[in-house]
Nanobody, 120 residues
Framework: QVQLQESGPGLVKPSQTLSLTCTVSGGSITTINYSWAWIRQPPGKGLEWIGYLTYKGTTYGSPSLESRTSISRDTSNNQFSLQLSSVTPEDTAVYYC????????????WGQGTQVTVSS
């Protein structure tokens, strides 16, 4: 059973950088045929894809966020991380990490989500 757990500050000030880590257990982030994604859901809105990291370590980001997004990994600890710079209150959301099955491109495991509020 694969489990994902998000961690990081719940409150970030405007213009600062939001940093979250997803710790994966029950499966390796270097396993072929899976990628690892960050997704968010602002209050009252739908899910928004932020970006993902392939098993090879290549990253892809949403065009609308890519200039502010950095996704990285720590294979020794089986973790991957998100950094979102220059945040504004519009970045307030529940942030999720998830595993992507490349054959079919669907999410099969999700973290429970973590609330991040951008406020001074």
């Amino acid at each position: 059973q694969v489990q994902l757990q998000e961690s990081g500050p719940g409150l970030v000030k405007p213009s600062q950088t939001l940093s979250l880590t997803c710790t994966v257990s029950g499966g390796s982030i270097t396993t072929i045929n899976y990628s690892w994604a960050w997704i968010r859901q602002p209050p009252g809105k739908g899910l928004e894809w932020i970006g993902y990291l392939t098993y090879k370590g290549t990253t892809y980001g949403s065009p609308s966020l890519e200039s502010r997004t950095s996704i990285s990994r720590d294979t020794s600890n089986n973790q991957f991380s998100l950094q979102l710079s220059s945040v504004t209150p519009e970045d307030t959301a529940v942030y999720y990490c998830a595993r992507v099955v490349l054959a079919g491109h669907f999410y099969d495991y999700w973290g429970q989500g973590t609330q991040v509020t951008v406020s001074s």
